[in-house]
Nanobody, 115 residues
């Protein structure tokens, strides 16, 4: 099982980025995928999640309306479209799935939002 996160970068406040999380070793129609982030000096927090089976989504309150999670089962990839980015969104973003009681994490991708 592997998760490969990508798409981070430097963007100005109000800008947009699309993060991708490519999965291998399992399929997205079997397991839920979540996006988490960790800002410097802060604990890792859940940002968004999309369920395996009916694509139900969850968003952290502070990103609802600005971030959109989606998935392409054919590409086995989950996306996080981030719009109207704010400096407080600056963090390393990780994707994660729980399979067989074990958490599998992607390597993280850095998002930096300048004011």
């Amino acid at each position: 099982v592997q998760l490969q996160a990508s798409g981070g970068g430097l963007v100005q406040s109000g800008g947009s980025l699309r993060l991708s999380c490519a999965a291998s070793g399992f399929t997205l129609d079997q397991f839920t995928i979540g996006w988490f982030r960790q800002a410097p000096g802060k604990e890792r927090e859940g940002v968004s999640e999309i369920s395996c089976c009916d694509s139900t989504t969850y968003y952290k309150e502070s990103v609802r309306g600005r971030f959109t999670i989606s998935k392409d089962n054919a590409k086995n990839t989950v996306y996080l479209d981030m719009n109207n980015l704010k400096p407080e969104d600056t963090a390393v973003y990780y994707c994660k799935s729980r399979i067989g009681g074990r958490d599998y994490w992607g390597q993280g991708t850095l998002v930096t939002v300048s004011s």
